[in-house]
C-alpha cells in the first residue's frame, strides 16, 4: 500500500479550463457539459421571474451563508435522498470547487494525511498540493469505489484527517458507491475519527436517479457533504451548496472572510428552476442524452483503440475512464492529438502516486455526436504501442 505523500501536480486546473472554449477543439478532456445540454429556455424564464420578485434586491448584498428560499428548496431535494437537514444546515458556495477548498482550508495543515480516491479529481489533487498535505491514495474496487478492507487498512496505519471521495460516479474512474458500502464506509470513518469530505456534484446524473449520499448515512459529526449545479444545469451560474455538518458556523466564517457571500442573482436564478420544478424535467431528458453519448462513445473505442482497452460502464454521466492494455507514451499521444485538434485528459493527472497503468479519461459531452465518433476513431490508433 502506497504511504502517504506530498508531491507536485502533474496538470494545472488553469490549462484545462483554458481549452474550455478554445476555437476548433474537440474537446474530451475537459469534464464540462455541452452547450447544447444547457436548459437556456427554462433558465432565462428563471432570470426573469427573479427579476421581478427580487427587484433591486438581486442586486445587494445579501445572508452569508446564502439566499434562504433557495437553501430551502435544497433541503428540501435533500430530504428526498434521505437526508435530514434544514435550510439553515446549508450554505451556498461558488461552485464545489470553493466547497472543497473552503473544507481544506479549515482541515487541513502542512503534514496533514488526507485519503484520497486513487485516482482521484486532478483539481482536488492540485488543492490538498497547495495546502501542503500528505496525500493517501486509496485503491479502487473496480466499478464499485473504494476497496474498503484496504481503506479500514490504510486508516488504522496512517490515522488520515479527512477522507475527500466522490460517493457517485467518481471522477475519473466513474465508479459509484453501492448503498451498503456507504453505510460501512461511514462507519469506519467514524470508528477512525476521519472527516469524510462528500462532493456529490455527478450524482444527478446517475441513470436511475441520485441515490442517498453518504451524509444520509450520517448526522453531520463525520460527513461533511459538498455538491454544485454545474454539471446538471449550468456551469456558469457557479452555485452550489456545503452541508458541513458540525463545522458549520467554522465553513460560515471562513466562506464570510473570503467573499462576504456568493452571487446573488445566479443564485436567485436556480431558487426560481428549482421553484418553478424545471430540474427533474431537465435531468431525464440529461440522462437520455449522457446515455447515447456514452454508448456512441464505447462503440468507436471498442472499433479503433488497442485490443484489451479495460472500460468499466459507468451507471451514468458523460465521462469515461479508459485503462490501456499497455504503458505508452502519453504526453507524445496527447501532443499527436493535438496536432489533430483533440485533447483528452491524460490519466496520470489524477493520481498522487505514479500509475502503474495508461489510462485516459474521455468526456462524452461536449463535441457533436458527430466529432465525439470521429475524434475518438482518430485517436485510437495513436494509443498503440507501435504509434509512439
Given at each position: 500500500?502506497?504511504?502517504?505523500?506530498?508531491?507536485?501536480?502533474?496538470?494545472?486546473?488553469?490549462?484545462?479550463?483554458?481549452?474550455?472554449?478554445e476555437p476548433g477543439l474537440i474537446n474530451l478532456a475537459a469534464g464540462i457539459p455541452g452547450l447544447d445540454a444547457l436548459p437556456t429556455e427554462a433558465l432565462h424564464c428563471a432570470l426573469e421571474t427573479?427579476?421581478?420578485?427580487?427587484?433591486?434586491?438581486?442586486?445587494?448584498?445579501?445572508?452569508?451563508?446564502?439566499?434562504?428560499?433557495?437553501?430551502?428548496?435544497?433541503?428540501?431535494?435533500?430530504?428526498?435522498?434521505?437526508?435530514?437537514?434544514?435550510?439553515?444546515?446549508?450554505?451556498?458556495?461558488?461552485?464545489?470547487?470553493?466547497?472543497?477548498?473552503?473544507?481544506?482550508?479549515?482541515?487541513?495543515?502542512?503534514?496533514?494525511?488526507?485519503?484520497?480516491?486513487?485516482?482521484?479529481?486532478?483539481?482536488?489533487?492540485?488543492?490538498?498540493?497547495?495546502?501542503?498535505?500528505?496525500?493517501?491514495?486509496?485503491?479502487?474496487?473496480?466499478?464499485?469505489?473504494?476497496?474498503?478492507?484496504?481503506?479500514?487498512?490504510?486508516?488504522?496505519?496512517?490515522?488520515?484527517?479527512?477522507?475527500?471521495?466522490?460517493?457517485?460516479?467518481?471522477?475519473?474512474?466513474?465508479?459509484?458507491?453501492?448503498?451498503?458500502?456507504?453505510?460501512?464506509?461511514?462507519?469506519?470513518?467514524?470508528?477512525?475519527?476521519?472527516?469524510?469530505?462528500?462532493?456529490?456534484?455527478?450524482?444527478?446524473?446517475?441513470?436511475?436517479?441520485?441515490?442517498?449520499?453518504?451524509?444520509?448515512?450520517?448526522?453531520?459529526?463525520?460527513?461533511?457533504?459538498?455538491?454544485?449545479?454545474?454539471?446538471?444545469?449550468?456551469?456558469?451560474?457557479?452555485?452550489?451548496?456545503?452541508?458541513?455538518?458540525?463545522?458549520?458556523?467554522?465553513?460560515?466564517?471562513?466562506?464570510?472572510?473570503?467573499?462576504?457571500?456568493?452571487?446573488?442573482?445566479?443564485?436567485?436564478?436556480?431558487?426560481?428552476?428549482?421553484?418553478?420544478?424545471?430540474?427533474?424535467?431537465?435531468?431525464?431528458?440529461?440522462?437520455?442524452?449522457?446515455?447515447?453519448?456514452?454508448?456512441?462513445?464505447?462503440?468507436?473505442?471498442?472499433?479503433?483503440?488497442?485490443?484489451?482497452?479495460?472500460?468499466?460502464?459507468?451507471?451514468?454521466?458523460?465521462?469515461?475512464?479508459?485503462?490501456?492494455?499497455?504503458?505508452?507514451?502519453?504526453?507524445?499521444?496527447?501532443?499527436?492529438?493535438?496536432?489533430?485538434?483533440?485533447?483528452?485528459?491524460?490519466?496520470?493527472?489524477?493520481?498522487?502516486?505514479?500509475?502503474?497503468?495508461?489510462?485516459?479519461?474521455?468526456?462524452?459531452?461536449?463535441?457533436?455526436?458527430?466529432?465525439?465518433?470521429?475524434?475518438?476513431?482518430?485517436?485510437?490508433?495513436?494509443?498503440?504501442?507501435?504509434?509512439?
Open positions: 500500500m502506497t504511504a502517504p505523500l506530498s508531491f507536485t501536480p502533474r496538470a494545472r486546473l488553469l490549462d484545462f479550463m483554458r481549452q474550455a472554449d427573479a427579476r421581478t420578485r427580487d427587484g433591486a434586491g438581486l442586486f445587494a448584498y445579501h445572508h452569508p451563508e446564502g439566499d434562504h428560499a433557495l437553501r430551502d428548496l435544497l433541503a428540501a431535494r435533500l430530504a428526498n435522498r434521505d437526508v435530514a437537514v434544514r435550510g439553515t444546515d446549508l450554505i451556498t458556495v461558488t461552485g464545489c470547487t470553493q466547497g472543497l477548498s473552503v473544507m481544506i482550508s479549515l482541515l487541513v495543515q502542512p503534514g496533514t494525511v488526507v485519503a484520497v480516491e486513487a485516482p482521484a479529481y486532478y483539481g482536488l489533487l492540485e488543492l490538498l498540493s497547495a495546502a501542503g498535505a500528505q496525500v493517501l491514495p486509496l485503491p479502487l474496487d473496480g466499478p464499485h469505489g473504494l476497496d474498503l478492507a484496504a481503506t479500514e487498512a490504510a486508516f488504522r496505519q496512517w490515522k488520515p484527517r479527512a477522507l475527500f471521495v466522490c460517493s457517485s460516479l467518481s471522477n475519473p474512474s466513474g465508479a459509484t458507491l453501492p448503498a451498503p458500502a456507504r453505510e460501512r464506509l461511514v462507519e469506519l470513518c467514524r470508528t477512525h475519527a476521519v472527516r469524510i469530505v462528500e462532493d456529490d456534484i455527478y450524482a444527478e446524473l446517475v441513470d436511475t436517479g441520485a441515490p442517498p449520499p453518504l451524509r444520509a448515512f450520517d448526522d453531520g459529526s463525520t460527513v461533511s457533504y459538498v455538491t454544485s449545479f454545474s454539471k446538471t444545469v449550468s456551469p456558469g451560474l457557479r452555485v452550489g451548496f456545503c452541508a458541513p455538518g458540525s463545522l458549520f458556523e467554522e465553513f460560515a466564517a471562513r466562506k464570510c472572510q473570503w467573499d462576504l457571500h456568493s452571487a446573488v442573482p445566479t443564485e436567485a436564478i436556480l431558487r426560481e428552476f428549482l421553484a418553478a420544478g424545471f430540474l427533474d424535467p431537465h435531468l431525464a431528458s440529461l440522462r437520455t442524452r449522457n446515455q447515447r453519448r456514452r454508448a456512441i462513445a464505447l462503440q468507436s473505442i471498442a472499433r479503433s483503440f488497442p485490443a484489451g482497452t479495460t472500460i468499466h460502464e459507468p451507471a451514468g454521466g458523460y465521462m469515461l475512464w479508459a485503462q490501456l492494455p499497455a504503458l505508452i507514451d502519453l504526453p507524445a499521444a496527447a501532443a499527436a492529438a493535438r496536432t489533430r485538434r483533440i485533447a483528452f485528459a491524460s490519466g496520470n493527472v489524477f493520481f498522487a502516486n505514479t500509475p502503474t497503468t495508461s489510462c485516459l479519461r474521455l468526456n462524452c459531452a461536449r463535441a457533436s455526436e458527430e466529432d465525439l465518433a470521429r475524434a475518438l476513431q482518430e485517436l485510437g490508433p495513436l494509443l498503440h504501442p507501435t504509434a509512439q
